[in-house]
């Protein structure tokens, strides 16, 4: 078992201790303004599906609308880039798969983080350079399908200590058989580190996340630089032929001004931006 971040001592589900963070709500839980849409074979903004949509207050992935599922892989992208903060969110699978879905992505979806724009993604891309957080349901067949998992379309990481080229590495939490509503947690620090939590257990870690790999086809090269770092991008949710629904996706930002005297100085900060200080 991980050892739990130091970050995480606060009670990550909320109470005293987060009352005096500034927790964003990324999702209002009405509506889907702050969010664009891109999925593949249409340009940034279209959803003629109506796959991604609001229904009594939870933010739903939803293929009634497909005859046909035809890899048409979707990502509704959040409106603001970050670097360094902890994101926290609910999801559940539920039904069935879109017609024509691949079997491995049987209630199979993720969070992507460090994600490109969705505006930078041609029609054709299929999913956007990132680290993902990765959600997997059992398939109540007995065999082992852990959630939290880490995959890296366009990217590498170092991995307990080596850099390694693997698309997904598998993580230590158990098999989540059912339509469960499951606690996941990310703990985001650049390029340098990040690990994913599981009904608040840490379940696995990496870093040194830089542009590289495969797993990722449509793309402009020009924006995946192999080897360089990569460091911070937009956060998206997935769409891959199995219906999924979110409810508080929510984010604490780490990066801000840490000049103890200035207004808006909060101790949780980890990386400095000095722009920010207000006095």
């Not at 999924?244 to 100085?265: H, S």
């Amino acid at each position: 078992m991980l050892a739990a971040p130091l970050l995480f001592a606060a009670d990550p589900a909320g109470g005293a201790a987060t009352g005096a963070e500034d927790w964003i709500s990324l999702f209002n839980g009405k509506d889907l303004e702050g969010w664009t849409v891109k999925i593949r074979g249409e340009e940034a903004g279209a959803d003629p599906w109506n796959t991604f949509r609001v229904e009594d207050g939870l933010l739903t992935v939803a293929y009634d609308g497909y005859a046909e599922f035809d890899n048409r892989f979707g990502h509704i992208f959040y409106q603001e880039a970050f670097s360094h903060y902890r994101l926290r969110l609910e999801y559940r699978f539920v039904g069935d798969p879109a017609p024509g879905t691949q079997s491995w992505a049987f209630r199979n979806s993720g969070a992507m983080l460090h994600s490109q724009a969705p505006e930078t993604m041609p029609a054709a891309q299929d999913f956007p350079i990132s680290i993902e957080f990765q959600f997997l349901g059992g398939l109540g067949d007995g065999h082992s399908r852990p959630t939290g998992n880490l995959c890296t379309p366009g990217t590498n990481v170092i991995y307990r200590g080596e850099f390694t080229e693997q698309h997904c590495i598998p993580s230590s939490s158990p098999t989540l058989d059912g339509d469960q509503w499951v606690q996941a947690e990310a703990l985001v620090l650049g390029d340098e580190r990040v690990v994913h939590l599981i009904n608040g257990e840490a379940v696995i870690e990496y870093g040194g996340i830089t542009y590289g790999g495969g797993a990722v086809a449509g793309h402009d090269p020009g924006l995946a630089p192999t080897g360089q770092p990569l460091g911070s991008g937009y956060i998206s949710l997935q769409s891959e032929g199995h219906p999924i629904q979110f409810r508080r996706v929510e984010l604490l930002n780490l990066k801000g001004c840490m000049e103890p005297g200035a207004a808006n100085y909060r101790p949780h900060y980890v990386a400095n931006d000095p722009d920010r200080c207000r006095y």
